[in-house]
C-alpha cells in the first residue's frame, strides 16, 4: 500500500509562519528546496506544507484541502463564528507561541471606559465575530465596522467609535492615543484537523508529529540545572528546585561536605529560583537548555 502524504497548511509569511517554522525545523523536519510558492515538500517524512494566508487555513482544512493546518486561534474561531461549514474543526495541540490578545480600545480622554458604553455605539475591527459575540453574551448591541487592517486609526478618522484589534505590547494603541479597557479574546497558535478520521498512513504521520511538537513545546520551558550543594542542606535546595521530583545526587572529589546536584526542572527557572538556591548554600549554579525530549 502507498504511504499518503500529509498535507499541514501553514502562513507562507508572517508571525505564525515565523513560529512554525521554527518549530517544524526542531521537531526534525527537513524542508527539500523547491520552486513551487504553493506547496513545499518535507524531505525526510510524508509531509508537504501548502503556504497560504493565515485567514484561508481554517477553510483550507474544513474542506480537506490540507488535513492539518498551524493557525491563530483568534482565526480559527472568527472564522467559526461566520462559516457554521467549519464547525467539524478541531483543535489538536496548542502550540505555544504567536501569544495574543484580541482587546476593546477606545480613545484615551473619549466618554467610552467600559465594555456597557459601548451600547449603540460603532466598533472597528478585523475579528467582528468574536467581537459582536462577546458584546451580544454582555447585552450590549453595537455596530460591528469590518476592516482589514490598520483599525487603529478608526476612532480618529471617524470611522468608528471604539477598535476592537490584536495586542501584544500596547505600543501601537498608545501611539494612537486609545487604551485598551478589556480582553475579548486570548489566543496562541494551534494545530487543528477535522474531527474525522483520516487515512491510517496520514494518521501515523499526523500522531509521529503531534508527539515531536509536544516534545519541543515540553523541552521550551524545560531546563537541567547543575549545581554544588552542602551535603546537609540537600533537602533545602530540592524544595527550591521547580518542578522536579527526583535530581541525581553524586559526591564531588575530595568533598565530604559537599554534593553535586543534577535535576530536570519542568517549570521556568527565573533569576529569583538561582538567588534563592544560592540562599540554601547552593554554589556554581548552571541552568543549560534541554534540546530534545520523549517521556
Ligand atoms: P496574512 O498575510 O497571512 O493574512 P496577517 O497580516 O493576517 O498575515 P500576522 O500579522 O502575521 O498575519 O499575524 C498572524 C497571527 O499571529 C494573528 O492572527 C495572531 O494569531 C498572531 N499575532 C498577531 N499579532 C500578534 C502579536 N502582536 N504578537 C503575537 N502574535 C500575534
Ligand atoms: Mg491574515
Given at each position: 500500500?502507498?504511504v499518503q502524504r500529509l498535507t499541514l497548511a501553514c502562513?507562507k ?8 517554522f521554527?518549530?517544524l525545523k526542531?521537531?526534525g523536519v527537513k524542508l527539500a528546496y523547491g520552486r513551487d510558492q504553493l506547496l513545499r515538500r518535507a524531505e525526510n517524512l510524508p509531509l508537504d506544507l501548502m503556504l ?14 490540507c488535513d ?134 496520514i494518521?501515523?504521520t499526523?500522531?509521529?508529529l ?86
Amino acid at each position: 500500500m502507498s504511504v499518503q502524504r500529509l498535507t499541514l497548511a501553514c502562513q507562507k509569511k508572517g508571525r505564525l509562519a515565523d513560529g512554525g517554522f521554527d518549530l517544524l525545523k526542531r521537531a526534525g523536519v527537513k524542508l527539500a528546496y523547491g520552486r513551487d510558492q504553493l506547496l513545499r515538500r518535507a524531505e525526510n517524512l510524508p509531509l508537504d506544507l501548502m503556504l497560504i494566508r493565515d485567514d484561508d487555513i481554517p477553510s483550507f482544512v474544513a474542506t480537506g484541502a490540507c488535513d492539518y493546518g498551524i493557525v491563530g486561534e483568534n482565526e480559527l474561531y472568527e472564522s467559526m463564528e461566520r462559516s457554521p461549514r467549519l464547525a467539524d474543526l478541531e483543535v489538536a495541540l496548542k502550540l505555544g507561541f504567536a501569544r495574543c490578545r484580541l482587546k476593546l480600545a477606545a480613545p484615551v480622554d473619549g466618554e467610552i471606559q467600559t465594555v456597557e458604553d459601548l451600547q449603540g455605539r460603532s466598533v472597528a475591527t478585523s475579528y467582528p465575530g468574536l467581537t459582536e459575540k462577546y458584546l451580544r453574551e454582555r447585552g450590549i448591541d453595537a455596530e460591528m465596522v469590518e476592516m482589514g487592517g490598520s483599525v487603529e486609526v478608526a476612532p480618529r478618522v471617524g470611522v468608528a467609535d471604539a477598535i476592537c484589534d490584536l495586542v501584544s505590547t500596547g505600543a501601537t494603541l498608545e501611539a494612537n492615543g486609545l487604551r485598551a479597557f478589556e480582553t475579548v479574546f486570548e489566543s496562541e497558535a494551534v494545530l487543528i484537523r477535522r474531527k474525522e478520521a483520516l487515512d491510517p498512513s496520514i494518521d501515523e504521520t499526523a500522531d509521529l508529529l503531534v508527539q515531536r511538537f509536544e516534545g519541543v513545546i515540553a523541552s521550551r520551558q524545560t531546563k537541567y540545572i547543575l549545581l554544588n550543594a552542602p551535603t546537609d542542606r540537600i533537602e533545602e535546595v530540592r524544595a527550591v528546585l521547580p518542578g522536579t521530583d527526583a535530581p541525581t545526587v553524586a559526591p564531588v572529589v575530595g568533598r565530604d561536605d559537599v554534593v553535586a546536584v543534577h535535576a530536570v526542572c519542568t517549570e521556568e527557572v527565573f533569576w529569583s529560583t538561582l538567588e534563592r538556591l544560592k540562599a540554601v548554600g547552593a554554589r556554581s549554579i548552571l541552568v543549560m537548555p534541554i534540546e530534545k525530549m520523549m517521556a
